[in-house]
């Protein structure tokens, strides 16, 4: 039987008992501009793509993953973790750190911790979560919780591949930490490379307050070393 033959009755078969089609992969680039429409080069690896179909995502699988605090800045700045993923952040750091956030369904704090492997958070809603220190107003990350397992986070130059990704309509996401995330409908299996675009606005360090919904104290830069 020919190849062709076989990828027939494969799909047939998938239909027949209720599994979604698997369509081409889905490849594409994304453009983070400036206000000026000017390119950011390299901005793109810092942006996530992902794909939720309308028949339902096929659930990723939560694993452990790390973000450090080091030099009074977290790494990596961007985290992309499945939903219901565990984070620990150690702190290489010599002074006291304490990570939190206030984003609405996975709020967190872990209070002040020294030098160490640090403390945990599980993250149990899908979402960008904004991460700060509650000592140091310049520090800041995202950890992006996906609730697919059809995600990527593209290339320096902005290309990126979605592989194996069901048949049928959805919802194409893109999200970068200087813009607001943007969304296309489209459907894989008719859809040819995908054109994506970001202006970055935002600035590095957002306008943010400390966990208790306050301005930082300047005075707390000498106590904890910062």
């Not at 793509?49 to 995502?57: I, K, L, Q, R, S």
């Not at 993953?65 to 565990?86: I, Q």
């Not at 140091?136 to 990350?141: C, E, F, G």
């Not at 301005?215 to 830069?221: E, I, K, L, M, V």
Request: proline share 7%; net charge positive; glycine share 10%.
């Amino acid at each position: 039987m020919s190849r062709r033959l076989i990828a027939a009755a494969a799909l047939v078969a998938a239909f027949a008992v209720g599994l979604p089609a698997v369509a081409a992969d889905l490849a594409g680039n994304v453009q983070v501009v400036d206000d000026r429409g000017r390119r950011l080069a390299g901005a793109a690896a810092e942006s996530v793509v992902w794909f939720v179909p309308d028949a339902g995502a096929r659930a990723p699988r939560a694993g452990d993953f790390e973000m450090v605090t080091r030099r009074k800045r977290f790494e990596p700045r961007v985290l992309v973790v499945p939903v219901g993923s565990t984070v620990r952040f150690p702190n290489r750091d010599p002074i006291l750190h304490n990570v939190f956030s206030v984003s609405s369904g996975n709020a967190f704090d872990l209070g002040l911790y020294s030098q160490g492997d640090g403390e945990s958070h599980r993250f149990t809603s899908a979402g960008v979560v904004r991460v700060f220190c509650n000592v140091h107003h310049s520090m800041v990350a995202y950890v992006a919780v996906m609730p697919t397992a059809h995600y990527a986070t593209p290339n320096a130059d902005g290309s990126f591949r979605l592989r194996g990704v069901p048949a049928g309509p959805g919802t194409l996401w893109v999200w970068h930490e200087r813009g607001e995330a943007e969304s296309r409908r489209i459907d894989p299996a008719r859809t040819g490379d995908v054109a994506l675009s970001l202006t970055a606005s935002r600035p590095l360090v957002p306008p943010h307050r400390n966990k208790l919904g306050r301005p930082y104290a300047r005075s707390r830069r000498n106590r904890y070393g910062g």
